[in-house]
């Protein structure tokens, strides 16, 4: 059976990915053991370990100051290991409010210094990327969500305090052509646009650490993780697997430029029917709207169980919006093939038809 599936995360693989990592679960190439039967240390792993830190380097184009780390704990911990490294006590760090997660951030940065919330988009409901805001130069850093997964907003452009900038990428990492090495520190959980649950991507800068002076726990240190090549501990050892086949098959697509283009392809097709569709609408700012989540509702609200319904029957799933802002979501990441977009919008069409 074929699904068209736009869940937000966990997320749809691509079938490669898929087979390869059915056939390393049976027997790691030739090892006759399974890529969940092998030390995280041995001869097996360590170079699928080297390969996915070489693909992010390669596909990111990032300069040798950064150091690229697997990290359990989700893009949530990131939200405090981030200002437990960082962020001293009395110091203060810059932060945008553009949704949920943004706003996780900034609670958990609270806990370690001053918190300086440079914008907020709260009062529309998140539906706009505020623009104008000034930062203070004295802030360790400025941090910002580049794409709001709940809201379905992204900074079309990034912008440039002067400070350094840190970023939560976890909706739209590798899904457009940027300049990475402007930041200085980018975090992602893996399960949208680069692999599975369970392991978090994170590129940081050598030169942005070791000015904290507090102690931190080991496990919670960047340095220490980077001394040990993110194996520190035992690290999740099958989440990094899918993250390298992921890896290979996005360089195999040709990269961050080549999935832009069909990134914005595949958002515009599904753009232009909400806008053209009479029962649905898209209550974010035409300049703010995502290219990976897509969230529209529907103009007449007693249509909405009906449009899901006629959805599972197409076999579209994930279209339910987020339960904090109801309505609909389609999430576009990068293994959406165009074919299940164009099925969307075709289904779209068919339910005004029935419903105009
Ligand atoms: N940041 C953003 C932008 C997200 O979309 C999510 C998860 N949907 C998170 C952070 C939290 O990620 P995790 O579940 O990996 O902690």
């Known amino acids: 059976m074929q699904v068209h599936n736009f869940n937000a995360g ?8 898929l087979y390869q990592a059915s056939k ?8 006759g053991m399974s890529i969940l039967e092998v030390s995280h240390r041995g001869k097996e792993f360590t170079p699928v370990m080297e390969e ?3 693909l992010v380097r390669e596909l990111m184009q990032l300069d040798d100051d950064f150091e690229v780390l697997f990290l359990h704990g989700g893009a949530s911990t990131q939200f405090m290991q981030v200002p437990f490294n960082l962020l001293n006590s009395g110091e203060t760090a ?18 370690f210094g001053e918190v300086d919330v440079v914008c907020s988009g709260k009062d529309d409901q998140y539906h706009h990327i505020p623009k104008n805001f000034s930062v203070p130069p004295q802030a360790r850093y400025l941090h910002i969500t ?18 350094p900038l840190v970023a939560d990428m976890s909706s739209d990492i590798l899904s457009r052509q940027l300049d990475f090495n402007r930041f200085s520190l980018i975090y992602a959980g893996a399960q949208k646009n680069t692999g599975t649950a369970g392991v978090a991507l994170v590129m940081v800068r050598k030169s942005f650490l070791g000015e904290a002076r507090r102690s931190i726990p080991t496990i919670l240190d960047y ?26 098959w996005l360089k195999a697509q040709g990269g961050a430029a080549a999935l832009e283009k069909i990134n914005e392809r595949k958002a515009k097709l599904l753009y232009d029917e909400i806008d053209n569709n009479p029962l649905f609408h898209c209550p974010v700012a035409v300049e703010d709207r ?3 989540n897509v969230c529209f509702v529907a103009t007449r609200p007693e249509l909405e169980t009906p449009f899901l319904d006629f959805c599972k ?27 299940s977009v164009q099925v969307l919008v075709e289904a779209m069409r068919e339910f005004a038809r029935q419903h105009g």
């Not at 966990?10 to 990915?17: D, R």
């Not at 390393?24 to 090892?31: A, K």
């Not at 340095?223 to 890896?247: D, E, K």
């Not at 029957?313 to 074919?339: D, T």
């Open 10 to 17: 966990p997320s749809i693989l691509p079938n490669e990915v």
């Open 24 to 31: 390393g679960i049976l027997d790691f190439e030739g090892s």
């Open 52 to 54: 996915a830190r070489a």
């Open 94 to 111: 810059a932060y945008t409010d553009t949704g949920v997660w943004a706003a996780k951030a900034i609670k958990e940065a609270r806990l």
């Open 146 to 163: 580049t794409n709001n997964t709940i809201y379905g907003t992204q900074w079309a452009s990034m912008p440039d305090p002067g400070i």
């Open 223 to 248: 340095r220490v993780h980077i001394q040990n090549g993110s194996v520190f501990n035992t690290p999740p050892v099958f989440a990094i697997y899918i993250a390298m086949l992921t890896l290979r």
């Open 290 to 292: 995502s290219r990976m």
């Open 313 to 339: 029957k197409e076999n579209i799933v994930g279209i339910k919006g987020h339960r904090s802002s109801g309505g609909f979501r389609a999430s576009l990441y990068n293994a959406m093939p165009e074919e």
